[in-house]
């Protein structure tokens, strides 16, 4: 073990989005003597291999889909080529090259010590860092964040399975697979879909059950699989992969053993690219918490409270490594709130989050926004004699000049409870969801009741006026 040879007040390990705003909020704001330590890319996987670029993907399919629109409001596109797949992919890490390098000038700004490097915990206060040179040092320090996030699973059973990409690796394509295989049914797996799919990759979407994004309102659930099907995604219900093994025959193609629905005694399809959209699992294999005795659940995860308090006193975690509602900016305000709450004095000693009704999007093809409880479960919570559901269905008036066959759905519904029927739950599928339940979002966090919802003149023409005029 090095010698001790730097010391802090608070020591953060992990440079993803929650641990650098619980970071900058102790060093930038109290002046609390920070040290935070990444052994990859500073903002951690929604800077590098998430949510960024995969928006910035996701815009060039949304722009993709436009063209094709086009036609219908009387424009003659004429591509003189196909997608270049190649050169947007190195003007995104371009993009996120530069976030690399703000996140650190605003460490810098902010004064915290950023050192590049892997950390292993010794006890409760103490962190050896491996350089990048090899060389380690010591860190001591009053205070610990494990904010260490997690990483893509692949499985560990299936034969072949290695030859495969993950989340991360769709990021690294350097060219456009032509007929690619998404295995998993989670919004990882439904948004890569949806992008391949719109950019011009034959895509076929292996789900273990009928439905995907199954923790969505079955609304959600029933329209954008039937959409997904409409569109010409090959969906694969009630599948399972058996083996996975390189085409002798084609170099770069593989051949994916599988059963489905279809195929209930086997098939095998030709890909040049696979992708496992099967889970996260966190990031600490070689953290060392049990040498500090911080205690883990069955998954890994590291146990915390409602403050982020783990079971040794000192040291707190946030994040993907807790495993709570997985989304970059739950990780920020739990950081901002944690670093008020141990620095800010006391009238921050309560400070946390609250992990109730917190919004988020699926950037499927639709869009997806949901925030609250789904219907079933605001059933199962309540009683049925308590909800009422205001739903609607439309066609949103950007397809006025499409063919039947070429309009997209919309759909919302708000769940209510109780004789002011507070609203508990808004579900929203469509053009415009994800900017749409920001908005949203603030009205539900608030307690509106549907009265307040009915109250709010209606903006024509929009699709978000139906959140306002359902009956």
Known sequence: MAPVSKECDYLVIGGGSGGLASARRASGLYGVKTIAIESKRLGGTCVNVGCVPKKVTWNAAAISETIKDAAAYGFHVEQTAPFDWTTFKHKRDAYVKRLNGIYEKNLHNDKVEYIHGRARLLNKHEAEVTLDDGTKETIRAKKVLIATGGYPNIPSKIPGAELGISSDG?????????????????????????????????????????????????????????????????????????????????????????????????DVIDIDCLLWAIGRSPEVGDLGLDKAGVAQNERGQVKVDDFQNTNVDNIFALG????????????????????????????????????????????????VGAIGLTEPEARERYGDAEVKVYKTSFTAMYYAMMDAEDKGPTSYKLVCVGKDEKVVGVHLLGIGSDEMLQGVGVAVKMGATKADFDNCVAIHPTSAEELVTMK
């Open 170 to 266: 769709f990021f690294e394509l350097e060219k456009q697979p032509k007929k690619v295989a998404l295995v998993g049914a989670g919004y990882i797996a439904v948004e890569m879909a949806g992008m391949f799919h719109a950019l011009g990759s034959e895509t076929h979407l292996f789900i273990r059950q009928d439905k995907f994004l199954r923790t969505f309102d079955p609304m959600v659930q029933d329209a954008v699989v039937s959409e997904y099907e409409r569109q010409g995604i090959h969906i694969h219900k009630q599948s399972s992969q058996t083996k996975v093994e390189r085409d002798p025959s084609r170099p770069g193609w593989l051949k994916l053993h599988y059963k489905d629905a279809s195929a209930p005694d086997g």
């Open 320 to 367: 993907d490594v807790c495993g709570r509602i997985e989304l970059t900016p739950v990780a920020i305000a739990a950081g901002r709130r944690l670093s008020d709450r141990l620095f800010g004095g006391p009238k921050h000693a309560n400070a946390h989050l609250d992990y109730t009704n917190v919004p988020s999007v699926v950037f499927a093809h639709p869009v």
